[in-house]
């Protein structure tokens, strides 16, 4: 049976290489796609940094290496995880040699340039902006949840665990937004307002109170201007439907 | 994969909303602040309470979960669970003067790490769980080179390893467990090291677990103590493998000076430093009782000096043969040092390789593979390097690239 399963499951994987290296891209995305996680893995062990998403050139170099690993990748390499990793390893090292010596070079020019170094500045200036921005959002939805006696520790202990309840959560409290009564409850009392809810829109109590703040919290960011938050839960919204 | 947004960055972890809709507790990193957007992966949650049991039914689930896993796991094997939880079937160790020694998979990888003296602990703060034997042997040999418990006075280090577990194809297991370990080891003998691989045993094994012993000792105490009953494991524990390797020798060269017929197969450490593997006829010299397979031919495997070796291969008369080898190994002792300086440099060329590969992807598959090892060696080196060696290296393959 061990040989069996194991057989099967190595296969697959040989199988699948084999298919990609002869030219099949549909496959090779899907392959990448699900070992976007080992790149990240890799990336993070090196640099001890998160991925930035607005600043992912690591992150492409390392879905790069994964690309090369593929193509390079024959069965005497010992393990396909080690050996891809090793390859993401190298690349992203060699990335980092380089961005050091190149920081190194801006640097200096930055000295002697003066114009240079305003132009520099304005961007700088343009990026501190925006994080203040973001950041003042932040304090105000935080602001707005201590009202409402709930703090972001709190959010992380309340998690609905599973993806049904969650989504399940977030309809709540989209129904909730529309309900002009209920909402006049929910900002009066600062708290959700529970038995009403499950009156009103015939939702079991239960469930209410399993995901009290999850739903509150939701509430809340979606009647702020956080747009961020919001399209967050946006996107969370439209990916679970169209994966339907 | 998730992305997540940073609401918070606390003293020991970071608040994020992820693209799921979830409030998550993640590990905190460098230069993380509020308000940026990263990639996480589940190694990045930040785990306090590890299993919150809420109810007691909850507690008997994962009970019978637990049970039915081991129960899967002995009667049917199914190892493709090993990536959550990997089940040993062999054991090697590691002495150089840093003991380690490792359980390992299916798949040569590490399940669980002894660090047996001071010098393991200090050598490597690392969790190697997970990591291929071979990667992580070469790491601590390369740490082990830095921190100077390596040198070209020192050189020796020994590997042993056994086959636990009652299962039928011992044999067959153990040898490809050494094969894979020669051939992983391979590309440092650029550094002169006396690789020393003792074959071992579970009951052995057991035996030196008792004693609190490495594994390789163990195996090095055996040998010592068949020559002289009176050594007793606890100064075996407490002298550095060099120490013992010495003195095997030393114990050989007095044998072989009182009784000149005495056959060198009593000694499978001189042994190996005399002949290569194939020089010498396979023959399981008497020692070791019925636990010990002991194969002669693979005891030591001397990468110092092969080209000697095939000179004095041919038979000729066992003493001679220890005084020409010795002189030689002199000899090189005194180049090694200059070599231990230029190691950078040295690190430097081994990449170069690499990129030659590169542009020429036709060449030969073992080639790359111990490219791509050393280039691993590389990586490791420049987080400990100095700045000279990283600036060098950086020019090197910029320069390549364009």
């Keep these: ?108 020019n930055q000295m002697e340039d003066e114009d240079g170094s305003k132009l520099q500045l304005k961007t700088d200036g343009d990026d501190i902006a925006y994080s203040l921005e973001i950041r003042e959002q932040i304090q105000k939805f935080k602001n707005r949840l201590s009202e409402f006696n709930i703090s972001l520790e709190d959010l992380t202990r309340g998690n609905p665990k599973h993806k049904d309840t969650r989504l399940n959560a977030i309809n709540i409290a989209r129904d909730v937004l529309k309900h002009r009564r209920i909402m006049e409850a929910f900002y009066q009392k600062k708290t959700l307002p529970v038995s009403f809810v499950s009156r009103e829109l015939c939702v079991s109590t239960k469930v209410l109170k399993r995901s009290k703040k999850y739903i509150t919290a939701t509430i809340l960011a979606l009647d702020s201007e956080f747009e961020l938050i919001k399209d967050y839960i946006k996107g969370w919204e439209r990916e679970v439907k169209s994966n339907e | ?98 003991s380690f020694e490792f359980e390992i998979d299916d798949e040569n990888r590490v399940v669980e790490v002894y660090r047996l003296n001071e010098d393991a602990k200090k050598l490597a703060g690392k969790n190697f ?29 020994v590997v042993s390893f056994a086959v636990i577990g009652d299962r039928d194809n011992h044999e067959q297991r153990i040898q490809e467990l050494e094969k894979s370990i020669e051939n992983g080891l391979q590309f440092h003998k650029d550094r002169n090291i006396n690789f020393i691989y003792l074959r071992s045993d579970a009951g052995a094994l057991e035996e030196a677990r008792r004693n609190e012993v490495s594994l390789g000792k163990y195996e090095l105490f055996k040998i010592i103590s068949q020559k002289d009953s009176s050594v007793n494991i606890d100064e075996i524990k407490s002298s550095g493998v060099q120490n013992l390797i010495d003195k095997i020798n030393e114990q050989d060269e007095g044998k072989a000076n009182g009784n000149s017929s005495s056959s060198d197969g009593d000694n499978p450490l001189n042994d190996s430093s005399i002949y290569r593997n194939d020089d ?52 090189e002792e005194v180049d090694d040092k200059g070599l231990g300086e230029e190691k950078g440099e040295k690190d430097v060329e081994a990449e170069i390789p690499e990129y030659d590969e590169e542009d020429n992807k036709s060449e030969d598959n073992d080639e790359s593979d111990e490219d791509a090892i050393d280039e691993k060696d590389d990586m490791e080196d420049v987080n400990y390097e100095d700045g000279d060696y990283k600036y060098n290296s950086g020019e090197e393959s910029s320069e390549e690239s364009k």
């Design chain 2, 280 to 331: 010498i006829p396979k023959n399981n010299p008497d020692q070791g009782g019925k636990n010990e397979k002991f194969d002669s031919s693979k005891h030591g495997e001397s990468t110092v000096k092969p080209e000697n070796d095939e000179k004095d291969g041919d038979a000729k008369e066992d003493e001679k043969e220890v005084e020409e080898v010795e002189e030689v190994e002199e000899v």
């Design chain 2, 1 to 98: 994969m998730n992305k997540g947004f940073v609401l918070e960055v606390k003293d020991t972890y970071i608040l994020v909303v992820t693209d799921d809709c979830q409030y998550l507790k993640l590990k905190k990193r460098k230069g993380i602040k509020q308000g940026r957007q990263i990639y996480f992966t589940k190694e990045d949650l930040y785990e306090q309470q590890r299993f919150p049991v809420k109810n007691i039914g909850l507690a008997a689930a994962i009970g019978v979960l637990c049970m039915i896993s081991i129960t899967l796991i002995y009667n049917f094997q199914i190892f493709n669970m090993k990536e959550a939880f990997g089940t040993a079937v062999a054991v090697v160790s590691l002495d150089i003067n840093p």
């Design chain 2, 129 to 157: 769980i997970g990591d291929d034997i071979i990667n992580v042997v070469s790491s601590i040999i390369d740490s082990a080179w830095r921190m100077k418990y390596l040198t070209a006075e020192s050189n020796s280090v």
């Design chain 1, 1 to 108: 049976m061990r040989g069996f399963l194991n057989l099967g499951k190595h296969d697959s994987l040989e199988a699948r290489l084999e298919k990609i290296k002869a030219g099949d891209e549909e496959e090779r995305e899907k392959f990448i796609k699900e070992y976007v996680p080992l790149v990240i893995k890799t990336i993070v062990k090196i640099t001890n940094r998160y991925i930035e998403v607005e600043n992912d050139d690591e992150f492409s170099i390392g879905i790069g290496a994964l690309n090369e690993a593929i193509d390079r990748y024959s069965g005497d390499k010992g393990n396909f995880i080690n050996y891809a990793a090793l390859v993401i390893r190298s690349r992203i090292i060699d990335y980092e040699r380089k961005i050091k010596k190149h920081s190194n070079v801006i640097s200096i």
